[in-house]
Every structure is written in structure tokens, then in C-alpha cells.
């Protein structure tokens, strides 16, 4: 613009000045980036604040505000960082290739103040080192081999699993130990395979060293030891069933009563000779379970004589050989009747004419009534009730006819009424003996067993007392305790009181809780009967661990100029106890004026200016738990400063400068 000022003098005087005005960017444009997608790589084992990569945005033409950078989304666990100024990636936590090779982060950019934001995406490729060795299941096997094997047969396959990729976890297997040359191994598949017949000498026995290598740089290793055992065993026998064809079974029983003890035997040994028991057919109602390794067979429903009495199980006893052998039963069970059916007559009312003045004898009606049980059950006898006029008449016990017992007079008595009037009784002692029969479970006093024990138990101490009742008697209701579930190794139960008791020290940082089952079960020599209770023992803690620093011991640079009140330092430890067992404190050993320690944070705090440039000193520090009897470990903190280099810094905090278009290159 070209302004003009004049005076109002009567020759007035003017003068005129040019005005530049520079139009700012004010509209919400965001800062964008050079690329919409980076991509960079970091091995997993770069160190903490390692940088990876950076990422640029440009700000609009003509803005005065700063871009600054940050993470918005793809870094739940906290892996990276970026510099909010210069838009540099790095590591803030040590990586894991196996835990995740690929990272997408999501970056946004952001102008200022400005609400408006741009974004741009950043794949890490976390590339994969050699940090781990191949893994055997197993630290040791067995190997079995008949003497009859030839050479060239597969005897036994080594596998190993190693987390890294590609080359890292290739795995090459070998016969690390040369004590026969009988064997030989595949390097890629690990299958063993005979060089020759074995066994034909003296020796009986013979151990390898399988080796698996993974072909990173430097390659990590792992061993696993078989022993060879000589096997004369062939599986040449069948199972032959030694139980009966033929059990019978009460349909009043409850679900899960034991109906027969299915039993094959197997003269092979080893696996050859063990047999397994499973149902072929005649169980499509799923009426039975069978459990294949004891061969025990229980109901799985409610049965009723009335719908089926009789079952045809075909079963199958297997052994465990190569090939498996095995033998079959058709396993009859008959559904024995239970008097639970009450006899309906045909009709509720008979109704019939008789003549009067006839010969006793004379056939007045037939009642019948039916019976759904079966045999004695199911037999029914009819007899007329005493009543008014009842002696004038009979019935047959076992066809249910009534005939007249005399003569008839119509005008005596027109109508008789027997099905008696008024209702009479009379009534007797009768002395019954109830003979046991295994119609109870036991029953345990809880339906769970929950109890808390110190870590630092004495084996074989006493925790827990189950009980178990059962109504029976006898042998009947006599109740044995066991454990059915794997308990590591920690317990066992006394089979006649049902006192549960350590077998081994107990540590809570290795396993905190023990879930696991108990059974009551009766002696019944006939059909035993069982119930299982939840078992849960809770382990509490010991102040059995020391505190760990996480580093020791611990260099800190300080500048000379540090500020008083400034922390200079943190100090990091753990505790894998709990509650105030694993609640750490910080202290000083020896007292200072010129640093103090937070007892909480761990932070150590400048409280007087150092003196000097060169100043260095040693702090020792203690970290304790806060226990009833505090566990206390002690660190190194070296401190030292170093020169500070010169402050470069800027006259102004910004520039400003008109440039012509069209200048040349290389103007002022």
C-alpha cells in the first residue's frame, strides 16, 4: 500500500510511504507428513533409547507455530517413544521378536495449539536375533527295541521348538555321543534309525546324547539323553475277557451306580499288556459309562424295567501295542424289576344282576385288574373285604370270579354292595429286619474345602481334615479318602481320617493356589459308592525373598550447575512378596548433607550446590521390605560430574526477511 500524508497548510506539503503488510496463515491447515506410511527395523536386542527412525511434517507456508509430534495408538505395553520436537523414534523397553515382529504405530502431528491434526503410519519390523536354544520336551526318554528289529528301522523321533525365526531356528539334530555306532539320526527330522541289528552282544543297554543346533551366529544347543532299553516283548497275545457276560442291575438305582467290573487280561508286557475298555454298541441311549482304563461300568441315567429290561453292550478290550490287539464281549445286562407299579382295575365299578333262589356256586361277575411289573411282581390275588353281606358271597383268589356262597332272597336283601359299608379294620404288630443294602453315598460335611497355609510349612504337616459320612452299615458305610487330581507332589491324604498333609515344602512365588479333588469312598464288596469334594488350598506369603536392585551398581553424571532440590538420580529395586513383605524402602547408609534419598520413590535429591567441577562421591544404599522381620540388600551409587559444554544459543528467538521472487541463487 502507498500512503500518503499532507498538512493543511495553505501550500500544502505531502509525503508519501510504502506499506508491506504480510498476510499470516490463520486458517486450521494441518502440518503434513513427507510420507503417509514409514517403515524402519530395530533388532530386539537394541537397548533401551535406541533410536529407530524418524518421521517429518511440514508446516504450512507462512506459519509461525511449531509441529510437534506423538504416539496416538499401536504401543499399548509402552515399547517406543518419539521426540515431541523432532519427530525421532525410539525404544523405551527392552523388545521381544517372538512376543511381536511387527509393530504399526499410528503418529500425529500437530500444529501449535491447533485442533486439527495429521497422521501417518509407522511399521517397525522387530527383527529376530538368536536368543533362544532349541527346547527337548523332556531333559530325558526311553527307548525300547526289540532284538528282532533289522537295520534301518525308526526307532524313536527327537523334536525340538526353538522361538527364533528363519535361520535362528533351524534345527539340525546329531549324536553327540559315540559310545555305539548302532544308531543314526536324521538332521533335519530327528528320527532315529538302526545301523545294525543291537543287542547281539553282552550289553543290554546303551545311552545317546541327541544334540539340536540351531544355525543362528553363534548357534545355542540343546541335549537330550535316551536310554535304549532291550525289549523281548512282541505284542502276540490278545486280551481275553475273565468278567461275566452277564450282570444284572435294579432299576431303582441312582445315576452313577456301579453296574459291572468289565475285565480283560493281556499276558504281553509293557504296553502290549495294557488294555483299555470302550463300548461299541448297544449304548445309543447313552443309558451307560464306561471308563476305559478301569473298566468300570456305572449308569448314566435313570433306568425302568417297564421301557427296557434287558441291554446288549458289545465291548472292546484293546492293548496298547503296535499293532493293537483286541477282543470282544456282548455284555448282557438285565434290568431287574422293582415292585413300583401299582395294580388299576379295569373298571372303577362293577355293576351285575344275580337270581334269587339259586344253589350257591352261581357265577355273579369277573373283576380283573393288571399289574405293569414283572414276575412276582406282577402276580396279582383278589379277595372280597369284609363288610355287610360279604359272607354271602366268594371270590376266587387267582382268577378274580365271584360266585354266591348261599342262596339268595330278593326280598331279604334287593342290593349288595361289597369293592364294605360302614369301613372296618383291625390292626397287628408285625416285626420287620431291614437288611442293609448300598443305597447311600457318602456324604462330605461341605460341598468345599477352602483353607490357607503358610508357605514356609513344615513337610508333613497336617492342614486340612476332611470328613465323610455315609448312612449305610457295615462295610456298607465304612468310608476310605483319596486324592484323584494332580496335586504337583505337595499333598497326600490319610485313607482312614481324611487328614490332608504336606509332602513337600510349599512356595508361593512358584505356585500361589492348589485346586484338586478328594473322594470319599464306602468298603462295599458288592457295588461301592463314591463322592468327590473340591479341594482348595490357598498359599500365603513369607517374607522368604530379598528385595533385587535392578541395577548394581549404578553410575549417575551430574552437572556441576545442578540446581538444588533437583533429582539427580532414581534408584530401582523389586520384591516378588507380597503386601509389606514385597513394599520396598530406600535409605542411606551412612547420612549426607549434600544428597537425600525419598525412602518411598527411591529418588535421590541434591541439597547443597556441589563445589566443584570434578566433584565425585559413593552413596550406599539400602533397600528393605517392610516384613515383620525386614530383609535388607545394599547398592553402589557413583556420582561424578563432567565439564558442561558451552551454551550455544540464538541472539533472537525468531528472524523475519523479506526475499524478492525471482532473486538469483547465492543473494543476500
Avoid at 112 to 126: A, D, L
Avoid at 603 to 612: A, G, K, V, Y
Amino acid at each position: 500500500l502507498t500512503v500518503s500524508a499532507r498538512d493543511g497548510g495553505g501550500l500544502a506539503s505531502a509525503s508519501c510511504a510504502a506499506v508491506t503488510v504480510n498476510i499470516l496463515q490463520t486458517v486450521l491447515i494441518p502440518a503434513i507428513f513427507e510420507r503417509s506410511r514409514y517403515s524402519f527395523s530395530v533388532p530386539e536386542d537394541a537397548p533401551e533409547d535406541s533410536v529407530i527412525g524418524t518421521v517429518k511434517a511440514r508446516e504450512p507456508p507462512n506459519s509461525l507455530e511449531v509441529v510437534s509430534y506423538r504416539i496416538c495408538s499401536g504401543d499399548p505395553h509402552g515399547h517406543f517413544s518419539i521426540d515431541p520436537h523432532f519427530g525421532i523414534v525410539r525404544t523405551r523397553k527392552q523388545l521381544d521378536h517372538e512376543a511381536q515382529s511387527v509393530v504399526v504405530l499410528t503418529v500425529q502431528s500437530q500444529l501449535g495449539k491447533s485442533p486439527v491434526y495429521s497422521s501417518t503410519q509407522v511399521n517397525i519390523s522387530v527383527t529376530d536375533i538368536n536368543d533362544n536354544p532349541p527346547v527337548f520336551p523332556t531333559k530325558s526318554d526311553k527307548i525300547t527295541i526289540s532284538h528282532t528289529q533289522s537295520p534301518g528301522t525308526a526307532v524313536y523321533i527327537a523334536h525340538a521348538e526353538d522361538k527364533d525365526s528363519d535361520l535362528n531356528g533351524v534345527i539340525k539334530y546329531s549324536i553327540a555321543s559315540k559310545q555305539s555306532d548302532a544308531f543314526s539320526i536324521d538332521p533335519s527330522l530327528g528320527v532315529v534309525n538302526l545301523t545294525r541289528t543291537v543287542f547281539a552282544e553282552k550289553q543290554q543297554e546303551y545311552t545317546l546324547h541327541i544334540e539340536a543346533k540351531d544355525c543362528g551366529s553363534p548357534p545355542l544347543t540343546s541335549m537330550l539323553v535316551c536310554k535304549c532299553f532291550r525289549v523281548t516283548d512282541i505284542n502276540d497275545n490278545s486280551p481275553s475277557f475273565v468278567s461275566s457276560p452277564l450282570s444284572y442291575v435294579m432299576e431303582d438305582v441312582e445315576v452313577g451306580f456301579l453296574v459291572h467290573h468289565i475285565i480283560a487280561k493281556d499276558p504281553d508286557e509293557g504296553r502290549n499288556g495294557q488294555v483299555t475298555y470302550h463300548i461299541l454298541s448297544g449304548n445309543e441311549h447313552k443309558a451307560f459309562v464306561l471308563d476305559k482304563i478301569t473298566g468300570l461300568l456305572t449308569t448314566a441315567q435313570f433306568l425302568d424295567h417297564e421301557v427296557q429290561e434287558r441291554y446288549s453292550l458289545t465291548v472292546i478290550a484293546l492293548d496298547d501295542g503296535s499293532p493293537a490287539l483286541s477282543a470282544t464281549q456282548v455284555l448282557t445286562i438285565i434290568v431287574l424289576d422293582v415292585n413300583d407299579e401299582t395294580p388299576v382295575f379295569l373298571k372303577q365299578l362293577y355293576e351285575t344282576a344275580a337270581h334269587e333262589n339259586r344253589d350257591p356256586g352261581e357265577f355273579v361277575v369277573r373283576v380283573e385288574a393288571v399289574d405293569r411289573d414283572a414276575g412276582l411282581n406282577s402276580l396279582l390275588q383278589y379277595e372280597i373285604l369284609p363288610g355287610p353281606g360279604y359272607e354271602q358271597f366268594k371270590m376266587n383268589l387267582d382268577s378274580g370270579e365271584l360266585v354266591t356262597a348261599a342262596s339268595l332272597d330278593r326280598e331279604t336283601q334287593e342290593i349288595f354292595s361289597i369293592k364294605g359299608s360302614p369301613l372296618r379294620s383291625s390292626t397287628t404288630q408285625l416285626c420287620l429286619t431291614v437288611l442293609d443294602e448300598n443305597d447311600h453315598s457318602p456324604k462330605f460335611a461341605k460341598t468345599q474345602y477352602q483353607v490357607s497355609v503358610m508357605e514356609d510349612l513344615e513337610e508333613g504337616s497336617a492342614i486340612l481334615n476332611l470328613s465323610a459320612s455315609d448312612e449305610d452299615g457295615g462295610l456298607n458305610g465304612e468310608v476310605r479318602y483319596s486324592l484323584i487330581d494332580d496335586t504337583y507332589g505337595a499333598f497326600a491324604i490319610d485313607s482312614v481320617t481324611g487328614s490332608l498333609v504336606t509332602t513337600k515344602a510349599l512356595d508361593r512365588e512358584t505356585k500361589s493356589q492348589y485346586t484338586f479333588r478328594a473322594v470319599a469312598s464306602d468298603r462295599s464288596t458288592h457295588f461301592p459308592r463314591s463322592t468327590t469334594v473340591s479341594v482348595v488350598v490357598h498359599v500365603d506369603d513369607v517374607n522368604d525373598n530379598d528385595p533385587v536392585f535392578l541395577q548394581n551398581p549404578i553410575r549417575v553424571f551430574v552437572s556441576a550447575e545442578t540446581a538444588v532440590n533437583e533429582t539427580v538420580a532414581t534408584v530401582r529395586a523389586e520384591d516378588v512378596d507380597l503386601g509389606s513383605n514385597g513394599a520396598i524402602v530406600f535409605n542411606l547408609m551412612v547420612a549426607e548433607t549434600v544428597f537425600q534419598m525419598d525412602v518411598k520413590t527411591g529418588d535421590i535429591i541434591l541439597r547443597e550446590p556441589l563445589d566443584s567441577k570434578d566433584f565425585s562421591t559413593q552413596l550406599l544404599v539400602t533397600a528393605s521390605d517392610q516384613g515383620i522381620a525386614p530383609r535388607t540388600v545394599t547398592a553402589m551409587v557413583i556420582i561424578f560430574t563432567e565439564e558442561q559444554e558451552e551454551v550455544i544459543s540464538f541472539s533472537h528467538s525468531m528472524y523475519e526477511a523479506n526475499v524478492p521472487e525471482n532473486s538469483a541463487a547465492g543473494g543476500h
